[in-house]
Every structure is written in structure tokens, then in C-alpha cells.
């Protein structure tokens, strides 16, 4: 008898590659513990598996320092002598998650004290989108691709050109991106990301509760998501970060070559080297000219 095929091309068949932050910054301040936090997980990812036989999940585990794979249930499989159950499921996982923590932790780039409290959330859909891509050129048939962000830390503004690469690379490839936000604030970035990918964007109320909005909410499959009601994002943040000082802006200056973004006015910008001529700068000058007499 052959053996089953290792992609399925059903429209119920899914890829979820989970990128869960680990910061310890963020869970040493966060009401919910970083272990119950984990066993929601878990129970989730363990459902999910179990929705249908041939559901792939890839764990992606994103520090302050570093951010690498963890977990990938279809080399699992193939390489493991057990029988595939929770147990085994949840003990390479944490083992895995064990060791990546501490490497971060020793990478001390700017280390707990240095005060750094976003994680690598650029890295860690790179990452993720490097790997759909490897599962896309791997032949004509796959499953459906999405990606899951269960993040914390809040947003870090010198990641902004990175991560909206990669919103952006993952809405070209047609790869939604899904948000669950359990941090204090609302997360600019992953509401954006969600919004322009078709994602689903959460921030739960309850966190004891988070198994059920994971299940209940992110289990489904894209196909069946046309039949459901899910959460909608009410007051995406927009705003954009400037290049010079990193800071999030309401109003700003754009350079026309390469659309960098600054919050004052240079004579050269500092991304592509071009130089803003004198009739820019006469613009500006006239329009807020104008301003002022109408104020007047």
C-alpha cells in the first residue's frame, strides 16, 4: 500500500506557523503567567493538529535577541518513535522552547537591564514567510498557508520598514495574517497587518479565557471562515514611523524616491541619498504662507 501523500490539497487542509513571543521583559509584567500562557497553547495547537490528520504547524519562538523554529509537526512525525500523542507533542516543544530561551537570554545584545522591550517580530515573519515560500516551490500542491502572531511586547518603531516588508511580501502571496495581542496596549503593527492581509485581529478580555478564543476563533480553516462571523478590527492605527528618530508620527515628510518617512524637514534623505531641491522647500514655504494669512 503507498503511503499517504505529506500535503494534502483539500480546502480544509492548513499550515499555521505560530510565531509566540517569549520576552521575558514583557511576561515578568504581565498578568497572565508565561507557563499558563504556554498550556493554552498547547491545548490549542494539540486541537488544531487534530482537526484533520494532515494539518501542519510550524512553532516559531521570537525573543528580544533572536527569534528561530521551534517545532515543526511534519518533520515530527516523520522523525519521532512515539505515537504521535500530547505528551509527546508538548515534551519536544517545551524542550525545544527550554533551550531557545536560554540562548537568547545569552546573546545579551542589549540584555534585560538594557531596557529593550519589543521583541523581533520583524525576524520572526521573515522567517515564517521563507518558509511558506519553501512550501509553495515545492511542488504544485499544498495547504494553506497562515500565519498566526501570539504577541505581547509592545511595538518596536526601529522594526517598522521591516515588518511592513513582510505585511506586505505576505498580502502579494495571499497569506493572512492573524493577531492575538495579550499585552496592556493594542499592537499599530499587527492591527496593520491584519487589516491589509485579511487577517484576524484579537485582543482578548479575559486571559484565563484564552484557550477558547484561540479555539474558537483561529482553529478554522480559511475555507470555512466564509460561513463564520469572526472579529473585525474597530480603529486600525495607521501611523507610521519616522526613519530619523524611529518615533510613531501623525504628520511628516516623504521623500519621492524611495517613500522614507521623516518627522522633520531635511535637505537630503538619509535612506536613498537624494537631495530635496529648492522648490520643495519654496512649496512648503508658500503653503504654509497661505496658512497663515487664512488663520489671519
Known sequence: MAPAPSKLYADDVSLLLVLLDTNPLFWSNCALPFSKFISHVLAFLNAFLRLHQLNQVVVIATGYNSCDYIYDS??????????GKMPVFCSKLLENLEEFVIRDEQLEKGGPGGGIASSLLSGALS???????????????????????????????????????SIFSAQHSMVPIDSCYVGAQNSAFLQQASYITGGVYLKPQLLDGLFQYLSTVYATDLYSRGALQLPKSVGVDFRAS???????????????????????????CSTCGSVFGQQAQSDVASSSNKRKMSDS
Open 74 to 83: 511534519s518533520s515530527a512525525t516523520s522523525g519521532s518513535s512515539g505515537t
Open 127 to 165: 522567517m515564517a514567510l521563507c518558509y511558506i515560500q519553501r512550501v509553495f516551490r515545492s511542488g504544485p500542491l499544498h495547504p494553506h498557508p497562515r500565519i498566526l502572531c501570539l504577541h505581547g511586547s509592545q511595538d518596536g518603531p526601529e522594526q517598522y520598514v521591516a515588518i511592513m516588508n
Open 242 to 268: 519616522c526613519f530619523c528618530h524611529k518615533r510613531t508620527i501623525d504628520m511628516g515628510y516623504i521623500c519621492s524616491v524611495c517613500l522614507s518617512i521623516f518627522c522633520k524637514h531635511h535637505k537630503k
